[in-house]
C-alpha cells in the first residue's frame, strides 16, 4: 500500500511541474538600448514585432522594429546627438521657438505638431508628414540629455500605404512605455 501511495504521489508532482511549466507566464519582451554609456533607453516591445538590432554601433542610432505580417506598419527608432541641444535634460524645458529649432531643418514633417506624455512624464513632439499622399508617417521625436530620440512610423509593405488611427495609437503606447534610465 506505501508503495502505491508513493507511486501515486510521484504521478501527481510530475502533473503539477509539467503544468506548472505549460502555464507559466510569457516573459514580457523588453528592448534595451544603450546609448554612448550614458543612459540606457528601456520599453516594451510591442506584441508581434521583433527589434532588429542597432544598425550602426556608434552615431546615430538606428533600431528598426517589424511584423512578420507586413500590412502592419514598423518602426524606426533613431537616436542622433545635438550639439545645439547639449544643455537639455528633456523636450519639456524648451521653449516653443527651441522647439520649431528642433525641426526646422526636416522639410519631411509639417511643422505643426503636437505634444503627448509618456508615463514617465517625458513630452513628445509627434509630427505628421508633410506629403501624406506620397509617404505617410507620425514621428514622435523628443530630447533627452541632448540627444534627439524619435520614433517613426512608417506603413507596413503590403499596406495601402497610409497609417491608420489603430496603428498611430499603438506607437503611442510603444512610446509611452520608453524610459530613460541614467548608467552609473
Not at 508503495?3 to 508532482?13: D, E, M, Q, S
Not at 528642433?102 to 506624455?117: Q, S
Not at 505628421?128 to 509617404?135: G, H, I, K, T, V
Request: charged residues 25%; proline residues 4%; glycine residues 6%.
Amino acid at each position: 500500500m506505501k508503495k502505491l501511495t508513493a507511486v501515486l504521489l510521484c504521478i501527481v508532482l510530475a502533473l503539477g511541474c509539467a503544468m506548472a511549466f505549460a502555464e507559466a507566464p510569457a516573459k514580457e519582451d523588453y528592448t534595451e538600448v544603450t546609448v554612448n554609456g550614458s543612459f540606457l533607453i528601456r520599453g516594451l516591445t510591442p506584441d508581434g514585432y521583433k527589434a532588429d538590432g542597432v544598425a550602426n554601433e556608434g552615431m546615430p542610432i538606428l533600431m528598426f522594429f517589424a511584423s512578420e505580417d507586413e500590412t502592419k506598419p514598423f518602426f524606426e527608432l533613431a537616436v542622433n546627438f545635438r550639439e545645439e541641444f547639449s544643455g537639455v535634460e528633456k523636450l519639456n524645458e524648451l521653449s516653443e521657438a527651441d522647439r520649431a529649432l528642433l525641426i526646422a531643418e526636416d522639410f519631411t514633417v509639417d511643422p505643426a505638431y503636437t505634444i503627448m506624455k509618456t508615463d514617465h512624464d517625458t513630452e513628445v513632439m509627434v509630427l505628421r508628414s508633410a506629403f501624406p499622399e506620397d509617404l505617410d508617417f507620425v514621428s514622435f521625436v523628443t530630447l533627452y540629455k541632448g540627444y534627439e530620440v524619435g520614433l517613426n512610423l512608417f506603413p507596413g509593405q503590403a499596406s495601402d500605404g497610409h497609417l491608420t488611427d489603430d496603428q498611430i495609437a499603438l506607437a503611442m503606447k510603444f512610446l509611452s512605455d520608453l524610459d530613460f534610465e541614467p548608467i552609473g
